[in-house]
């Protein structure tokens, strides 16, 4: 009997065409989530007339690199990309082993107060003092010019801690630890030579998400970190980005000067874009394997 190679339920579709029409919605996605991308990087190397014009759909429009010349001519450039791959370790460092300090106790459930920890947590979330106290805060314990200023503040994100405790209480298997105990291991042996090499896959989603916040972060650095020197890779892009506007404001007198500045504040707009976003791009590829097998493990609440 030859086997079928399409099945269907009565009144449905069949395997096949189903698979056809899943694979084609999920092609649609893709193109929505990933054009705007593309649609930047293509806008980055044309000429702003045509993009503005509507010429610029899929192939770049009056091919130029002029937006990147003068983005890679700024002196400060190579200093932010330092000063950003600096803050990006370290903070991602930092705020990992955090996350995994905090939310291990709170996944034992014999933990004393740990529901009134838990809420005290949460409540962070939703409650903050603002951007003035928080200030005041900053200033008095001497941190303002201090790259640290960048990390303790917001040294714990609940939100990840969360994530990370769920996945300590539903991916790690209890009988393990308590083989530990049995074992004489401490608490800290447990941790570290139980707990965390069987969290590399939410290890992974902690990492990315901790890259890429730190990676974009350049509004704390304006506000505790003054100056050039230490300002980060997107800081210094919007100064980039504000000088070549103010020039052009500053050429509207001029005749013909306003247009052909204003042109190359629009290229650097789109370039400064793609230079910020790049560098996570690349690594992105390399930790997706574990990212939705260790965010959904997390996600599962028990």
């Known amino acids: 009997m030859a086997a079928k190679t399409a099945q269907s339920k009565p009144g449905g579709l069949s395997d096949r065409t189903s698979d056809i029409i899943l694979a084609v919605i999920a092609i649609f996605i893709a193109f929505l989530v990933a054009y705007p991308l593309y649609y930047v990087l293509v806008a980055s190397v044309s000429n702003p007339y045509d993009v503005y014009a509507g010429k610029t759909f899929l192939l770049p429009s009056g091919f130029t690199m002029d937006g990147y010349k003068s983005v890679f001519a700024d002196d400060n450039l190579l200093t932010g990309f330092l000063n950003s791959v600096k803050y990006t370790v370290i903070g991602t460092i930092f705020s990992v082993v955090m996350i995994y300090l905090t939310a291990y106790p709170l996944s034992v459930k014999n933990l004393p107060g740990r529901k009134w920890i838990s809420i005290f947590f949460i409540i962070t979330m939703y409650f903050g003092g603002g951007l003035i106290p928080t200030y005041l805060v900053v200033k008095n314990t001497g941190l303002i010019d201090n790259i640290w200023a960048l990390f303790l503040p917001g040294g714990v994100a609940v939100g990840n801690m969360i994530i990370v405790r769920n996945y300590f209480e ?112 690349i690594i992105y590829p390399f930790v997706q394997k574990y990212f939705e097998k260790g965010m959904m493990a997390g996600a599962v609440k028990g």
């Open 170 to 281: 539903n991916s790690i298997p209890s009988s393990l630890i308590e083989a530990a105990k049995i074992d004489g291991a401490s608490q800290w042996k447990t941790f570290y030579s139980v707990v965390v090499p069987l969290s590399k896959p939410i290890m992974a989603v902690m990492v990315v998400y901790s890259m890429v916040a730190y990676w974009n972060d350049w509004f704390t650095a304006l506000i505790y970190l003054p100056g050039q020197a230490k300002a980060p890779l997107p800081l210094v892009l919007r100064n980039i980005l504000i000088k070549s506007s103010v020039t052009a404001a500053q050429a509207s007198t001029i005749s013909g000067g306003y247009a052909e500045l204003n042109k190359m504040t629009e290229m650097i707009k789109f370039s400064s874009i793609i230079v910020a976003a790049l560098p996570m791009l």
